[in-house]
């Protein structure tokens, strides 16, 4: 009996190094180095399309709002809108799914995967009501952020590299495909 290989899934990144530098790219706060690996999501998205994980997009359009904003290039009210929208979509986007299975409220939604429900009513001013002060944005581009490292890209490094590896070769295997996995609920 011969042994069948395990099914791979295609990704957009070559490896799985490639992918942890885009990771501490986004992450690390220097406006060059993030820019680098926005450039990089740019060339996944690129090649993925749509496969793209909805938290990696997530991640590039925020990060991209807070290289904006270093750059001193944009006026107070352009800042409000780019951090809004990348506000907005990040909210809309991790409920999608569980909205379109029944109605549920967005604060209800909020709740059971753990985003703090002020950042729901953030995106409800930004969508329904008067434009909030720059800060309140910034401060729910920040706390998205650590959410998305917690909730998604963490998981994917093994928890912060906590455990250790048996078979690298295999683990790698599977990381690629839970990284191109986009239920990341």
């Known amino acids: 009996r011969r042994r069948l290989k395990p099914l791979r899934t295609v990704v957009a990144w070559r490896s799985r190094a490639e992918w942890d530098q885009v990771m501490v790219g986004l992450y690390c706060g220097d406006s060059r180095l993030q820019q680098e690996a926005l450039d990089r999501v740019s060339a996944w998205k690129s090649r993925y399309g ?3 994980p909805l938290a ?10 807070k290289v904006l904003d270093s750059s001193g290039r944009l006026k107070s009210h352009e800042l409000i809108l780019s951090y809004g929208l990348a506000l907005v979509r990040f909210v809309n986007l ?8 029944a109605s549920i409220p967005l604060r209800q939604l909020a709740r059971e995967v753990d985003i703090p429900i002020w950042v729901v009513d953030l995106r409800h001013e930004l969508t329904h009501g008067k434009l909030p002060p720059l800060a309140m944005c910034r401060k ?12 998604y890209w963490s998981r994917q490094l093994g928890n912060n ?9 295999e683990e790698e ?7 191109g996995n986009d239920a990341w609920e």
């Open 50 to 52: 749509q496969k793209m």
């Open 161 to 169: 590299l906590c455990e250790g590896s048996e078979d690298e070769e």
């Open 94 to 101: 991790i409920t999608e799914r569980k909205q379109k299975m």
């Open 140 to 151: 729910g581009c920040d706390v998205v952020l650590d959410w998305l490292r917690k909730t």
């Open 56 to 65: 990696v997009d997530c991640t590039a359009e925020l990060i991209r709002c």
């Open 173 to 179: 295997e599977e990381a690629n495909t839970e990284l």
